[in-house]
């Protein structure tokens, strides 16, 4: 896999020069001041998006940082929202050219976690007040798979249950697309909020980076089902793919507003050893993409306003404080790594996965620290509900 940087049409952004005490205050420049009055009027139009994802001025990249948090503050509070991770199995029936578990990708030991591992992970979550978790898993549609899904949801609820907590924990799903039926299940058994990312919502490149048996009309299908049924519905792409222009990504933001979805869960796209794309394209350097996925954040709060956005892993793979700094660039959601640690390495997506060999405890220490490191604090037994559904949902 090549990893130099293809033809930049977007490039590093450098980093401000802080004034320091003393120092005459910086005047801003053009872009910035344009941008700040752009923001300002309330304009987030096509052209304005398409700015903020291309800009490499130090000065304008601030003040569109500054502007999506407190968009962010405004309209979901300081706290930032635990969604403790459970990746519960790798074994997976499709075959996405991108990901490391694809089921071709014979290299990967397979497992599966049993039921009261699942459960027992979830119930130390309660404890730890993380109020959520998220159940994921390599994506399967067979009875046995539903059935331990379902009991798995059923059982983490009933042994959830705290003096703070008296519904349990809220769960999150993110196994992939299954039917209508079945979705209706697992939401009546007591999952409330689904993930299901689009990876692109440019139906050529979905078409690129899967095999012609996932279609892109399926995927919408199953994202407009779930909110049909009443979840919280989330979705995200991957930023920074080969062959991924900046329209294309002003697109994604504009379909995350027309489907009118809940949660955003989105981040750079990295590579895997075993899961090259098609015609093994050159990738945008680190750095681009880093910059990137932050900005891509920040154009999502500013034009989403209420929804719940997650700091994703992928971030802190590309950079040590990626978390911290998707936090500072919009996003109120972090999820904990709370898997095994024997089974984690085998739960690779992407190389480079960051917490390998943390356990639970101290991922939960170090990610206090990060979130107390940008200012923001930690909600306790909550669910952190997406403000944007709880208003759809206000009777
Ligand atoms: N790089 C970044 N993200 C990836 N995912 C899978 N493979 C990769 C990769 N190589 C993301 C997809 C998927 C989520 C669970 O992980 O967006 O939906």
Same mark, same amino acid.
């Given at each position: ?32 001041? @344009? ?33 999506? @948090? ?27 050219? &991108?990901?490391?578990?694809? !089921? %071709? ?23 730890? $007040? ?28 009933? +042994? ?7 519904? +349990?924990? $809220?769960?999150?799903?993110?196994? $992939? ?12 058994? +007591? ?23 996932? %279609? ?17 519905? +989330? ?9 991924? %222009? ?46 990137? %996925? ?6 999502? !709060? ?22 911290? #700094? ?10 904990? #790594? ?13 190389? $480079? ?26 909600? !306790? ?7 944007? &559904? ?6």
């Amino acid at each position: 896999m090549t990893t130099q940087a293809v033809k930049i049409e977007w490039m590093k952004a450098p980093v401000r020069p802080g004034s320091g005490p003393g120092q005459p205050a910086r005047p801003r420049s053009a872009a910035a001041q @344009e941008m700040a009055e752009r923001l300002a009027g309330g304009i987030l139009d096509r052209a304005t998006l398409h700015r903020i994802l291309a800009t490499t001025d130090a000065d304008e990249l601030e003040v569109i940082r500054h502007a999506a @948090e407190q968009t962010l503050l405004q309209h979901c509070g300081d706290t930032v929202r635990l969604r403790g991770l459970i990746e519960f199995s790798n074994r997976c029936v499709l075959d996405c050219h &991108y990901c490391g578990i694809r !089921r %071709s990708n014979k290299a990967v030991d397979r497992y599966a976690l049993e039921l009261d591992e699942i459960v027992e992970t979830a119930q130390w979550c309660a404890q730890k $007040g993380y109020g959520s978790i998220v159940l994921q898993s390599g994506e399967r549609r067979d009875a046995k798979f539903v059935q331990l899904v379902t009991d798995a949801i059923q059982a983490i609820k009933a +042994g959830t249950r705290t003096p703070e907590l008296p519904d +349990g924990v $809220g769960i999150t799903l993110c196994v $992939g697309e299954q039917s209508p039926e079945t979705y209706a299940r697992w939401y009546e058994a +007591g999952a409330h909020r689904y993930l299901l990312r689009m990876e692109s919502s440019l139906p050529s490149l979905f078409a690129a980076l899967h095999p012609p048996e996932q %279609s892109y009309a399926s995927r919408v299908a199953c994202l407009r089902s779930l909110k049909d049924i009443g979840y919280q519905v +989330g979705t995200g792409v991957m930023i920074g793919l080969p062959g991924q %222009s900046l329209d294309d990504l002003v697109d994604d933001v504009l379909f995350f507003q027309e489907l009118g979805v809940d949660m955003i869960g989105m981040g750079p796209y990295i590579p895997h050893e075993q899961a090259v794309l098609p015609g093994n394209p050159a990738i945008l350097d680190v750095d681009t993409r880093l910059q990137l %996925s932050l900005k891509m954040i920040a154009a999502t !709060r500013l034009l989403l306003r209420d929804v719940n956005i997650a700091a994703t892993t992928a971030l802190q793979a590309l950079s040590e404080t990626g978390r911290e #700094q998707g936090l500072r660039y919009g996003a109120n959601v972090i999820m904990p #790594q709370v898997t095994p640690p024997r089974v984690r390495r085998m739960y690779t997506l992407y190389d $480079g996965k960051p917490c390998l060999d943390d356990n639970a405890e101290q991922c939960a220490t170090c990610l206090e620290g990060r979130i107390h490191s940008v200012g923001r604090r930690v909600l !306790r037994n909550g669910w952190g509900d997406s403000a944007h &559904y709880l208003k759809r949902n206000a009777v």
